[in-house]
Nanobody
Framework: VHVAESGGGLVQPGGSLRLSCAAS????????MGWYRQAPGKERGLVAD???????NYADSVKGRFTISRDNAKNTVYLQMNSLKPEDTAVYYC??????????????WGQGTQVTVSS
């Protein structure tokens, strides 16, 4: 199983970016998928997650600015980030709770993608 993010980059304050994360390999099903971020000198923390049924959860710091969505047919989760602030600068990681069978599953992480918000 492989999880890979894409879509990071440099953006000015107030700008937008869209991150994508696709899971591939031997996948029976995927439960929750989510985005986490880690800024220099800080711990990794939840940005947003989404269940297979579409229930979403957001960190208070991104509510109203970020939107998480997923395409179950493509095993892909997205993070639309609007009104970006310098404090959103971090490495963003994708997490997926992947079932290889009906009774065997594990958490998988992507390699991370850098998001830098700066003028």
């Amino acid at each position: 199983v492989h999880v890979a993010e894409s879509g990071g980059g440099l953006v000015q304050p107030g700008g937008s970016l869209r991150l994508s994360c696709a899971a591939s390999g031997s996948i029976f099903s995927i439960n929750a998928m989510g985005w986490y971020r880690q800024a220099p000198g800080k711990e990794r923390g939840l940005v947003a997650d989404i269940t297979s049924g579409g229930t979403t959860n957001y960190a208070d710091s991104v509510k109203g600015r970020f939107t998480i969505s997923r395409d179950n047919a493509k095993n892909t989760v997205y993070l639309q980030m609007n009104s970006l602030k310098p404090e959103d600068t971090a490495v963003y990681y994708c997490n997926a709770q992947i079932m290889a069978s009906a009774w065997l599953g594990a958490d998988y992480w992507g390699q991370g993608t850098q998001v830098t918000v700066s003028s």
